[in-house]
């Protein structure tokens, strides 16, 4: 058995650790925020009161729906959340995939309304904290509004890019090199893993037809860069990979 | 091929499912039902590249009744019958297609039975045809459409016509030509029109040609089972499976009509597979696994050679990684991580259809569990070894702890010298490879727990030998 835990396996230790007056769980969103800036001991204690272990949700189960009073955001510890809007014409777009340690509902922060729908892919479980709550202890703390500010400026930077004029290719490389990092940011593998979403997901995301999500893949696949089993993935070029999404990564 | 001890032989001949799925089908429950299996299809069509499919059509009908057969089969001579079949056939076949997205093709269509061709041409030009409506076939050089054919009820001008209507290969019974062993099972067959058949599927330019022959039937002789040997190797079909009789007459009523006195001893049964092996050997086939042979230029040979070979419902493919949809009554479906399986009385599988319902009775979502032994006995009926190091990274496993109990089954089986057991590498001796199933069962969650010395499992199995 190897040491790295393959996403969205998890660590059963992980979830079973809620932490303490010291110390959030580790894949808490804030945790980073708790320790580097030193917040002192009433001060942890203050944040872990608002927060609020939520979960198991299942496949399809809604953590919030577009148009829902906003009143807090929520750190995934375990399984996938999809963020996505459903236009005029009854099309959905989605917005984002959210993996452990990452935030939800942060595109809310400035009015009363969640301006999307966020629904768990597989078995997630999620720590909700109070906004009203939050905001007031961040003008207290300081390291934890800065914490804030920087999850907020990552979420708006993630959208921005994909906009670029890009080929199938390219974006489909950006995409799994980008989840590749991030699953390894929170102590994942990085070079195996299983996509908890659907193609339809994944080629709404990426601005592609779900046939060419195949055959892209297919493609990667035959070129030996990657290998694929139903929804198991295991990047074996990683460098190549790299270099093709870097102009996407902008790296 | 090596000797067979017949001592060690004997004790290994057990019970045992053939493993065609794992979990078998006496897992599946009546609490998976049409909402699972759309669901299981919706799934299935989410994977980042969607599995290609698999389409098995079982055709019930039988003219006369085979006393050996275990296959879920309706008698009739009555060919009007076959109308009303297939008015439901094609409403079960249109009810299909929404579940799989457009883009995922079809790799493999085979017909079974019951006897396929019990249908004629015609009719089986339009249930292609409609399968063709609905799904989209994949123009690939290597898309199988294969057709079990009864020969005795087939003509050579009808076997061109299959080949026109897009048949590329095709599965002959002959089970065994001596006439003492045809009367003691009510089948009648007739060696030369059974290899102008052969000829027909050749000349018609079918890619392959597949015999099935049985060893243990009743009045079966060496002698009688050698001439068949004879001539069937001679014919030179692409492959050839070789079963063991499963005389289960309270499983079966057509095997009540078998007397057990005519039975071949178990020795003597032995002696016939034997017989088999060294004359297939002889002729230059390849043992494939599981009781089936090639020629070694054929695709299953090569597929094994370099370990695309696969086993599902319909035997062994080198189709591997698609869904299979199953079509009539009593057929299995495997979509993704689930089972599921049609009425297996007409009646019920009729009012389904007529009720505009899948007509899905019963089925099983696998778990991790299921989907990790379901491999491992794959590549192990397939392969003949256990890929130690590919399950651990796959499952975040470690072998030797998950399967410890499997493994102490297995060690009897070491010492016997039919499965040789190191810390990365588990694999089938030459002997081992001839008692597949004794090794796979150390392996099955589901069967009593007896070890290498199994107990007859409940639901009953077949006997391994």
Redesign the interface.
Known sequence: MTGVVTFPRFDPSVVADDGDLRRFCSTCAFSQACVAEGMDKSSLGDLHMLVEHIGPLHEGDHVFREGDRFDAIAAVRAGTVKTYIIDDDGREHVLGFHLPGEIIGLNAIDGDRYPCNAVALDTVMLCRFSFPKLSTLASRLPGLQKQLFKLMSRDIGKALQLAGDWSADQRMAAFLIEFSRRLAARGFSATRFRLTMARTDIANYLRLAPETVSRVLKRLQDDGLLRIERREVELVGLKALETLAAPVLRD | MPHIDPDLLRRYDRPGPRYTSYPTAPQFHESFGEAQLREAAA?S???????RLSLYLHIPYCTSPCFYCGCNRIITRDKARSESYLVRLYREIAMMPELF?R?RDVIQCHFGGGTPNFLSPTQLGEVMDSLRHNFNFSNSSKRDISIELDPRFVTPAEVTELAAIGFNRASLGVQDFDADVQAAVNRIQDVDETLAIIDACRDSGMRSINVDLIYGLPKQTREGFARTLDIVTKARPDRLAVYGYAHMPQLFKAQRQIESTDLPSAEEKLGLLQLAIEKLDAAGYVYIGMDHFSLPDDDLAEAQANGSLHRNFMGYTTHA?SDLIGFGVSAISHI?DTFSQNPRDLEAWQAAIDDGRLPVFRGMRMDEDDCLRADLIQALMCQGEIPVAAL???Y???FEQYFADSLARLAPMAADGLVTLAHDRVAATTLGRLLLRNIAMCFDRYLDTGGAGLKPASPPYSHAI
């Open positions: 799934a069509n989410g994977d980042p590249i969607p599995r997205d883009d990684d993704g651990e990274r796959r975040a496993i470690d």
